[in-house]
């Protein structure tokens, strides 16, 4: 299944505003995203528990798509805010939608490589530093 870049941007940004010490259940998740489908809420969330980008508890029980949909999700590791970081912010987000012609052909993790760089390229022009000093996201 592809994967939705939009819906997985929008997860994430959905997972850290819940508040410290509550959950949302991935079925939440689902009714506040209700422009995207609960196929893909489902795949992204999958994938990002596999990933360790966010923190599960009362894991019961899996469906068909391993994870149910009464899954408590508590919030984002540290790896998925590291991860989230590089494209939470909208201005980096749609310079990448506009400026590349395969954007919604690309994954996620493409995408969040890409953002990196240009994140990356903007800090080392702030700070005098030579434009090819990239720190990958990975060994923050």
Do not use: Q
């Not at 299944?1 to 010490?21: H, T």
């Not at 009362?58 to 999700?73: A, E, P, T």
């Not at 790896?79 to 052909?105: A, H, P, Q, V």
């Amino acid at each position: 299944m592809r994967i939705n870049n939009e819906c997985a941007r929008k997860v994430l940004m959905e997972i850290e505003k819940i508040p410290y010490g509550k959950t949302i259940t991935v079925e939440e998740l689902c009714n506040k995203l209700h422009e995207f489908s609960s196929e893909d809420i489902i795949h992204i969330t999958t994938i990002y528990n596999r990933e360790r980008y966010i923190t599960l508890i009362d894991r019961m029980g899996y469906d068909d798509n391993d994870l149910l949909r009464d899954n408590r999700i508590k919030g984002l590791s540290e790896r998925g805010y590291k991860f989230f970081d590089l494209i939470r912010s909208d201005e980096t987000w749609n310079l990448m939608k506009n400026k590349m012609n395969d954007f919604n052909d690309l994954s996620i993790f493409t995408i969040v490589s890409i953002a990196n760089k240009i994140i990356n390229t903007k800090h080392n022009a702030l700070f005098n530093l030579p434009e090819n000093n990239l720190v990958d996201y990975f060994h923050w």
